[in-house]
Nanobody, 117 residues
Framework: QVQLVESGGGLVQPGGSLRLSCAASGSRFNFFAMGWHRQSPGKQRELVAQIISGGSTNYVDSVKGRFTISRDNAKNTVYLEMNSLKPEDTAVYYC???????????WGQGTQVTVSS
């Protein structure tokens, strides 16, 4: 069993920054990809950023140039650096991992990010 634990969410003013962390633990699966999704009330859950095992990254258009995803392979931890935050970034952010062999998807419990004056 793979467990994902997010941290780093909170309240920040527009233009501020936050860094989210997601640590994976449990069964010794190899991971194909790790990333972040977000969901706000009345909206579908959307992919925010993803990093693939080979190092390539994907971002939703609305965060390009502001968010950066990275991974520490030794710690099985993925990070999301969020800069120039906007009120529309307010959402629950979920960590996600896809295993290499079975392509099974695992989710964290989510961490709240609120951008408000």
């Amino acid at each position: 069993q793979v467990q994902l634990v997010e941290s780093g969410g909170g309240l920040v003013q527009p233009g501020g920054s936050l860094r989210l962390s997601c640590a994976a633990s449990g069964s010794r699966f190899n991971f194909f990809a790790m990333g972040w999704h977000r969901q706000s009330p009345g909206k579908q859950r959307e992919l925010v950023a993803q990093i693939i095992s080979g190092g390539s990254t994907n971002y939703v258009d609305s965060v390009k140039g502001r968010f950066t995803i990275s991974r520490d392979n030794a710690k099985n931890t993925v990070y999301l650096e969020m800069n120039s935050l906007k009120p529309e970034d307010t959402a629950v952010y979920y960590c996600n991992t896809i295993t290499a062999m079975t392509f099974k998807s695992y989710w964290g419990q989510g961490t709240q990010v609120t951008v408000s004056s």
